[in-house]
């Protein structure tokens, strides 16, 4: 079992900076692929970016591509979102998640097994 706790959401305007972090617990982490997802009111959760278990691949939506950034510190246990050139159209929920085991990595909500419960992040205009 993992356990995931976001934070680092909040009230930017629009152009600025937002780091996310997701820290977990429980089994071990460093050997899940993370990503990150969110969902704003009235439309369906999607997929914002992933990381693999050791940090060497990334990928991102290309809704965020190149404004968005996913590291991860496996020895905090931790996963970040940095977020710069936030936009109106960012506001939602962002949660991360840890895929299923034996996935590398993974950009649907069914490759996720396990689910933080998500941070507001809302960009004023």
């Known amino acids: 079992q993992v356990q995931l706790v976001e934070s680092g959401g909040g009230l930017v305007q629009a152009g600025g900076s937002l780091r996310l972090s997701c820290a977990a617990s429980g089994r071990t982490f460093s050997r899940f692929a993370v990503g990150w997802f969110r969902q704003a009111p009235g439309k369906e959760r999607e997929f914002v970016t992933t990381i693999s278990w050791m940090g060497t691949y990334t990928y991102y939506a290309d809704s965020v591509k190149g404004r968005f950034t996913i590291s991860r510190d496996n020895a905090k246990n931790t996963v970040y979102l940095q977020m710069n050139s936030l936009k109106p159209e960012d506001t939602a929920v962002y949660y991360c998640?840890?895929?299923?085991?034996?996935?590398?990595?993974?950009?649907?909500?069914?490759?996720?097994?396990?689910w933080g419960q998500g941070t507001q992040v809302t960009v004023s205009s």
């Open positions: 998640a840890a895929v299923k085991g034996g996935l590398q990595f993974g950009v649907k909500s069914d490759d996720y097994a396990y």
